[in-house]
């Protein structure tokens, strides 16, 4: 599975820790003038560099930190307008060879109950998640595949793809799984993916090395050049993420634009989009229960902000670990996907009522149709689009649409379609009720020529046609 050659080349050399420290040191105590400075930049949406990174983060004065959120709120705005992503996790395993002493997947605890499902399992979460009403989803697991190694995982895509339901399907497969090698992400993108996507956890070796302790996980740069390998198998849309409560956040979420630097110096480009787990209680971890360097919620807000201030154009990806509340307010912050009625343990949505096999604690336990009207009521357009992916809109192409805001003439009619098309097929009363208010004040606010192009996507949903997308 893994060539000697390949493996031995792999080293994260453009990971500077000390460059990271010094940083942070030089700016301990930020000058009001230098930050108000730094946002007049951000705001531009030119994205910032590490040392700009480095100045927000050190900012405890109130009033700046409102200047911050006041900056995130307009850069989110100016791109992203009021869409949100929604997508599931679908787990098709819990069962690890890994000793990663925060996860409750991992190979010691003896306290979880293993289970890997079987290709017809699959394809029964499939159904049930097709049946709430979503079309895209993050094929997640622990690191050992189940019989049939890789195998496994290009039949389970292979298996979500095939199953339709009345008028639902999974129109995108994102995957998040362990490091391959350049041949295995090859057969990857073959199947048809959407986004790769890997979290270092933390970027600090001496943490990360505390952390996993066994196991091919216990591999620093094995792990820290899986990017690399994707994106030189040809998979341009990469997602990276740390999971706050590890370490420092700062030196993380520093360490995080060194590793986006370094794509972009390689491929011209760097991730699509980025996670901001953070730790939460998962059965058997003390170490979850007691991270080791918590992330209060208002240094949690304030590492959202940074982020769509640092990288504009880049997807934020907030999870079921939050709670409504956390999701709500960073949903203004930048976050620009969420999941919704999520389960995080093998056979969660075909059978609701076993969780004890689950990698962590939800924060968020509404179903997709309240988060769908929740997200609604707050003027937010809930997005089912997939077409990005099956036009080609990805990696460097994305991006030369996305900058220059071409691309916000796809983005809105789609969001706008797609979510019709969920309020159709799937929404309550109360989520239709607030869809349309949602839907009616963002054909209010656009341009003449995209406000028609929506509204004729519409009919044609309304008619009865569906995945319409431009």
């Not at 999974?170 to 890997?198: C, D, M, W």
């Not at 009616?440 to 004729?456: C, D, N």
Request: proline share 4%.
């Amino acid at each position: 599975m893994l060539d000697t050659t390949e493996r031995t080349m792999d080293r994260a050399d453009w990971l500077d820790e000390a460059a990271i420290r010094a940083t942070l040191a030089a700016v301990a105590r930020p000058d009001p003038a230098r930050v108000r400075a730094i946002l007049a930049r951000a705001v531009e949406l030119v994205g910032l560099p590490a040392e700009d990174v480095a100045v927000l983060s050190m900012v405890t004065d109130p009033d700046l930190v409102e200047e911050i959120f006041a900056a995130a709120r307009r850069v989110k705005e100016e791109i992203y307008g009021p869409r949100i992503v929604l997508f599931a996790p679908l787990y098709f395993s819990n069962i690890c060879t890994n000793e990663c002493v925060y996860c409750a997947f991992r190979r010691s605890n003896h306290e979880l109950e293993r289970k890997a499902l079987s290709l017809d399992e699959i394809r029964a979460e499939t159904a049930a998640l097709i049946d709430q009403g979503h079309k895209r989803l993050l094929l997640i697991g622990g690191e050992a595949f189940p019989k049939g190694g890789f195998q496994y995982l290009i039949d389970a895509i292979e298996a979500i793809y095939s199953v339709k339901r009345g008028r639902g399907e999974i129109r995108r497969i994102n995957v998040n799984v362990a490091p391959l090698s350049t041949e295995e992400f090859r057969r990857l993108k073959a199947a048809h993916i959407g986004t790769y996507q890997l979290f270092q956890e933390t970027y600090d070796r001496k943490v990360y090395a505390e952390m996993h302790v066994d196991g091919r996980k216990a591999d620093f740069d094995w792990r820290a050049t899986a990017i690399d390998r994707a994106m030189e198998a040809g998979i341009d849309d990469v997602g990276l993420g740390v999971l706050y409560g590890l370490a420092d956040w700062r030196f993380d979420t520093l360490a995080l634009m060194q590793h986006i630097a370094h794509l972009e110096d390689r491929f011209g480009v760097g991730c699509h989009t980025i996670s901001v787990p953070r730790m939460e209680p998962a059965l058997g971890s003390d170490v979850a229960m007691h991270p080791p360097q918590e992330v209060c919620d208002d240094d949690f807000k304030k590492i959202v902000a940074i982020l769509r201030l640092a990288v504009p154009y880049t997807g934020l990806i907030m999870s079921t670990r939050e709670t409504p509340e956390m999701r709500k307010t960073t949903l203004e912050l930048g976050v620009s996907q969420i999941s919704g009625g999520s389960r995080t343990n093998p056979g969660g949505y075909a059978t609701p009522e076993a969780e004890d096999a689950a990698q962590f604690e939800r924060g968020d336990h509404r179903s997709l149709d309240e988060v769908v009207r929740d997200v609604a009521a707050c003027g937010h357009i809930p997005s089912f689009c997939t077409a990005c992916y099956r036009m080609g809109r990805t990696g460097a192409d994305f991006m030369d649409l996305a900058k220059p805001g071409l691309i916000r003439e796809m983005c809105g009619p789609n969001a706008i379609s797609s979510f019709e098309e969920y309020l159709l097929d799937y929404g309550s009363d109360t989520a239709k009720e607030a869809g349309a208010t949602a839907i009616s004040g963002e054909l209010a606010a656009m341009e003449p020529k995209i406000r028609h192009y929506s509204e004729v996507m519409m009919r044609k949903v309304r008619q009865g046609k569906r995945d319409v997308f431009r």
